[in-house]
């Protein structure tokens, strides 16, 4: 890695976020070995209970009792830090084709995610880089020191056409680390010069940082910011998301958002069958008044690895309603806990499903919510770049 690839490093000496910046000091390169956490155990500040294997691990780990009775007289360990390694990606922008989703392209400055939500259908994803979807997933980060100027000669590509781009589709942009390493900003810098409309989803406060790029997008046309909001209950919260924003702090970010008009919407996602689906309509009610304009919401689904962290988690923190839980997932997956099946995955099945979009579909009524206005997409152009001819027109 170039001395100079990455960006602002002498500004990252005075933020304020001491535990990013000895992160950033511990950062190897893309091959570096992680420092892996125990395959068992729950820590402290951190979402999975568990550390399972990734599927492409050659060997698998799992813990056994030796009659020593060890696994229950562990000491509280401490808390697992961030560990932070350079990705060496050549790319900013990843495209889908998919019919459920609602955009073709996206950029991620982060792979793994610090927030630490245990229901993150991202967690599987980090099998692909050697990791576990568990604990690895919320303490290994993968981030991409040169992703602004990447993205930028994408976009200069003769042919490109501009559409909504999505910020936050895997990882949240707005992730503890990112008030140091500020790579999100970056990319807005970039969109904003290009006038490239986007859509950001966090749970994070931390958007409010980026008011002064939002607002003048906004006054574009070319940006709308989505607050994910799980549930109102901040005990639930805690252990459901430790690191994400308090669902007040969530609520009043959206107010701060919609008064320097900037479209703002919440989704009330994931809903979880017999956790949290009954707060659905509050959820919705407390956004609207915090001037939410626009409502979205997800069914809980769980691929892969992620079955395993969720069920542990159930386990560990609802132990007396976790089995009603996962029975009624299964009965909105058609009798399994994830239905991968293009149309069915993001809004499951049965009775109990339909249940809830009716819920939903109502609420969203009620509340007068709007209908998704259109980014504008016609202003897209290339800016001159300095000593080119152009740019002495």
Request: one cysteine or more; proline letters at 9%; charged letters at 25%.
């Amino acid at each position: 890695m170039p001395d100079g690839a990455f960006p602002r490093a002498e500004l990252l000496r005075g933020a304020l976020d001491p535990e990013a910046l000895a992160a950033l000091g511990r950062a190897g390169g893309p091959d570096a070995e992680p420092a892996r956490p125990a395959p068992f155990l729950a820590r402290r500040g951190r979402g999975a209970t568990t550390n399972p294997a990734a599927r492409y691990d050659r060997q698998q780990t799992e813990p056994f009792e030796d009659g020593w009775t060890s696994l229950d007289t562990f000491p509280e360990l401490p808390p697992l830090p961030t560990t932070l390694t350079r990705d060496a990606s050549k790319t900013a922008i990843s495209w889908n084709g998919s019919p459920d989703i609602g955009f073709d392209r996206a950029v991620n400055p982060y792979r793994g995610c610090e927030h630490g939500c245990v229901y993150c259908y991202a967690r599987p994803s980090h099998a692909y880089l050697g990791f576990s979807p568990g604990l690895e997933f919320e303490t290994q980060i993968v981030f991409k020191p040169d992703v602004a100027a990447l993205l930028e000669r994408e976009l200069r590509r003769p042919g490109y056409v501009a559409r909504p781009m999505a910020l936050g589709s895997n990882t949240d942009p707005y992730q503890p680390v990112d008030r140091t390493l500020r790579l999100t900003r970056a990319v807005l810098e970039v969109l904003d010069r290009f006038n490239h409309p986007l859509s950001i989803v966090t749970k994070s406060a931390g958007v409010l940082r980026d008011l002064d790029i939002l607002q003048r997008m906004a006054g574009r046309g070319l940006v709308r910011v989505w607050l994910s909001v799980t549930t109102l209950d901040p005990a639930l919260a805690r252990r459901m998301e430790p690191r994400a924003a308090a669902p007040a702090r969530r609520l009043q970010t959206i107010t701060a958002l919609a008064e320097a008009g900037v479209p703002a919407g919440v989704l009330a996602a994931p809903m979880i069958p017999g956790l949290n689906d009954m707060e659905l309509e509050r959820i919705l009610a407390a956004a609207r008044r915090h001037g939410a304009a626009h409502a979205g919401t997800v069914l809980l689904r769980l691929p892969s690895e992620l079955r395993d962290v969720f069920t542990a988690w159930l386990e560990e923190h609802v132990p007396d309603r976790a089995r009603r839980i996962l029975a009624l997932i299964r009965e909105t997956r058609g009798g399994a806990l994830n239905d991968s099946r293009l149309h069915h995955r993001f809004s499951g099945g049965g009775p109990y499903a339909n249940l809830l979009a009716q819920r939903f579909a109502r609420a969203r009524r009620q509340l007068g919510f709007l209908g998704r206005d259109a980014l504008d997409c016609s202003q897209f152009s290339c800016p001159a770049v300095p000593g080119d001819q152009l740019s002495l027109l």
